[in-house]
């Protein structure tokens, strides 16, 4: 970081961008899973069957994964503080035509737009968080930031589904409105500018990765709903999974491209992603399970559910800073693995204590654990995936983690989706536990493969100087005022 850009960001000030940047991730984070519990109050006001219902979850899916990395590419070229306020300003538009949307297919329209907006805001949080605070207290800096996302992560079904109970699920979508007019002229007055290498647009590697992203998750999403044999389904998985492989093997010849591929060469920054990828998988799959077992099974209200996931979902806000300090202190690579043991042992523990008629003190321990295990993943890993790469290189390194993290999710509630309704279903109460049950060992033996990926990330001295070995000097780094 250069002299100018320390200067602007000291004056922006850290505590400013945390806030704004903790809580735009928020509103990204929530609006993935916010819909899925309020899917029967949108059905029974707008119409639509079943096919549109799934599309008012997909279209964000789809357009929030597929833009991640060309959000974060175009935030390095032009501005990150720039594409972050359009980001946001189109997010922030977008939320408030779903919330009157009179139709279904405007709903879905609106839906897709929202998640482009939060593509191009989402990863740029974190690279202007980093240019904000100083390395020595980024650590903690990053738990708080991971907290919040992962509170919304968590809570996004139980949040949907009370608003929708208690007031209307129009309140799902308002619900960002006041947020995102806040935010935005406290991002243009406290946020500093900064920019990436200054290389031109990589085109030929935009098109490659978002049509391969586009292909593969459309393929996860639709899969569960119209069946895995399907030839949209299949062409999707297919032709996107032949997308990614030539956008691999182009990047890796072009002279500026949107993703170094020499990045995956470091153990720490290959090693994060795998854990990362594989933790969204078992946790996504895990929480879309769970919280219909706690309303559907168990017959607890949304509100009720939100009550009683509380020491799971709840937990990121009490242990994330701690865990942010701690990695400061000691790294984060025993952080992020430990936490990644607890979340697949709370997820096994649940896998033997649930019931079609358990009681909540049986299922407290998991909750618990499940909750430690997750917030002690969620700041260090943020850490570790920016000190992995060089500043001018943050930007397209945050995308990249966090397409592959959207990408896990999709992927988490179509293989526990399709194991669950291979084993159960939703008949009766048994049916479901029979199905959850091999759904969520299956969660928490991904996770575990998570936390073993992690333990193959360096320790954080060799990290520091693989990182400083492959900077160059001087930085390419800017700044405007």
């Known amino acids: 970081m250069s002299q100018q850009t320390a200067q602007t960001a000291h004056r922006g000030g850290a505590a400013w961008a945390l806030v704004i940047t903790s809580v735009a991730g928020f509103m990204a984070a929530l609006d993935n899973l916010v819909v899925t519990t309020a899917l029967p109050s949108i059905r029974e006001d707008l119409g639509g069957g079943l096919h549109d219902l799934e599309w008012t979850v997909s279209a964000y899916t789809l357009t929030f994964a597929v833009l991640l990395m060309f959000g974060a590419a ?29 139709g279904i297919d405007s709903l879905i329209a609106a839906r897709a737009v929202q998640g482009a907006g939060a593509a191009v805001m989402m990863p740029l949080t974190l690279t202007l968080l980093t240019a904000a605070v100083p ?9 708080i930031w991971g907290a919040v996302n992962g509170l919304a992560v968590a809570s996004g079904p139980l949040v949907g589904g009370t608003l929708a109970e208690h007031i209307s699920w129009q309140w799902i ?26 290389a031109p647009l990589d085109v030929p590697g935009t098109l490659l990765a978002s049509g391969g992203l586009f292909g593969i998750v459309y393929g996860l999403v639709r899969g569960p709903a119209v069946g895995w044999t399907s030839s949209l389904v299949l062409t999707g998985l297919f032709a996107g999974g032949a997308l990614l492989v030539g956008f691999i093997l182009y990047s890796t010849r072009a002279k500026n491209p949107m993703l170094p591929m020499r990045l995956f060469r470091s153990r720490a920054f290959s090693g994060i992603n795998a854990a990362s990828l594989l933790m969204f998988l078992g946790m996504f799959g895990s929480i879309f399970l769970l919280s219909q077992y706690m309303q559907g099974v168990l017959g607890n209200s949304p509100t009720e559910a939100g009550l009683r996931m509380l020491p799971w979902t709840g937990m990121p806000m009490l242990v994330a800073p701690i865990a942010g300090i701690l990695a400061d202190r000691i790294g984060g690579r025993p952080v992020v693995a430990a936490g990644l043991f607890l979340q697949a042992l709370g997820l096994g523990y649940m896998a ?47 995308g990249a983690n966090n397409a592959l993290r959207e990408v896990g999710g999709a992927l988490g509630i179509a293989v526990m989706g399709s194991i669950f309704a291979a084993q159960g279903g939703y008949e009766t109460g048994q049916t479901f536990v029979d199905g959850m049950r091999p759904a969520l060992v299956t969660g928490s033996a991904v996770v575990a493969l998570a936390g073993v ?15 400083e070995a492959a900077e160059p000097a001087p930085v390419l780094e800017t700044a405007t005022h």
């Open 173 to 198: 979508f308002w619900l960002n409105v006041p947020l995102g007019l806040a935010l935005l002229p406290l991002a243009r007055l406290r946020l500093a500018e900064s920019h990436g290498t200054g």
């Open 352 to 398: 033997v204590v649930a019931t079609a008629d358990a009681s909540y003190a049986a299922m407290l321990p998991a909750l618990i654990v499940s909750g430690i295990g997750m917030a002690l993943f969620f700041a260090p890993a943020s850490h570790l995936v920016m000190s992995s790469v060089r500043p001018s290189e943050q930007g397209i390194a945050s």
């Open 135 to 143: 390395v020595a207290k980024r650590g903690m800096a990053y738990g």
């Open 74 to 102: 175009l935030g390095d070229r032009f501005g990150r503080r720039r594409l972050f306020i359009a980001g946001l300003a189109v997010f922030t538009g977008a939320s408030a035509a779903a919330a009157m949307a009179p």
């Open 453 to 467: 990926a992690a333990l193959l990330i360096p320790t954080r001295r060799r990290t520091e100087r693989q990182t």
